[in-house]
């Protein structure tokens, strides 16, 4: 993220939202994937552990492999947070995943969907505190984090 992409009045939104979120990370991850899982029911069979295939997505929500990516998932969220006066340190990280999510069939264009699923979350932790400027920041920060794990993609040439 180029530096003076967000203000310091929406770093310091994000961190105040991000507070209240931090504190329970796998509760409010189910609700973002459990939100994912509505809007694009498709993306469940991309979640397989020792090659078992979930039925239903309060199968995979329930699962303890599965509770573990959330709670990755989550990690990679406050690390963005924590880093946003030096978000390019996490360039490099950001890249290496993007990678890893194409290697395992995740498409560029399902992370609108995760960008919508967080907002939700964000907005059904948040309550009335998740108001418009919330929401800008935190679109703005997404937006970031996904064009950095996009060079991930483009980095590798297309059959790999």
């Keep these: 993220m180029e530096s003076g992409a967000l203000s310091g009045t929406q770093r ?13 990370p796998v509760q409010h991850g189910a609700v973002l994937f459990g939100r994912l899982f509505e809007l694009d029911p498709d993306l469940l069979p991309l979640f397989q ?14 699962a303890p492999e599965f509770l573990d990516h959330i709670r990755k998932v989550m990690l990679v ?6 880093h946003l006066e030096n978000f390019p340190c996490l360039e490099e990280y950001l890249c290496n ?9 995740v498409k560029v264009e399902s992370f609108s969907t995760v960008g919508e699923s967080l907002l939700y979350m964000l907005e059904n932790c948040l309550g009335t505190a998740f108001c418009p400027d919330v929401q800008e920041a935190w679109t703005k ?13 483009d980095a590798l040439p297309e059959g790999d």
Excluded at 51 to 60: I, R
């Design 12 to 24: 310091a939104l994000i961190r105040e939202s991000w507070q209240r979120v931090r504190g329970d």
């Design 49 to 62: 552990y020792n090659c078992k295939q979930f039925a239903s997505p309060q199968e995979c929500l329930s």
């Design 77 to 82: 969220i406050d690390a963005a947070v924590n």
């Design 97 to 105: 995943l993007g990678k890893k999510h194409q290697a395992v069939g």
């Design 141 to 153: 920060l997404y937006d970031a984090v996904v064009k950095a794990m996009q060079r991930g993609w």
